[in-house]
């Protein structure tokens, strides 16, 4: 377990850490990022519409989708032919926000 003397400390345990750390990891990569970015508008978004936004190709969108989505982080809901996507764990958003108000300086 790891222990700080501040007293707004976050113990953790090591399980615990390992699971952070695969949430650090899987917030890695910089088209990850930004798939969740896009999925935290209420709208629910295809694999073709996110490729279109980022300029990617479909592929590769849907490659990271499928790692977002085993993370738990985002799900796919099928539509007839379609799946749109959308944020699964609201956790997420609450990182991404956290993350974005620490390098703005808030």
Known sequence: MFVSNNDESVMLFDDEVDGIVKIFK???????????????????????????????????????????????????????????YEIQDECIKTILRTAKDHISGK
């Open 26 to 84: 899987a917030l890695a990569d910089k088209t990850r990022v930004k798939v969740i970015s896009i999925l935290t508008s209420p709208k629910k978004h295809r694999v073709s519409e996110i490729a279109k936004m980022l300029d990617m190709e479909v592929s590769r969108i849907s490659h990271q989708l499928t790692k977002l989505e085993d993370m738990g982080f985002v799900k796919g809901i099928r539509d007839g032919r379609n799946i749109y």
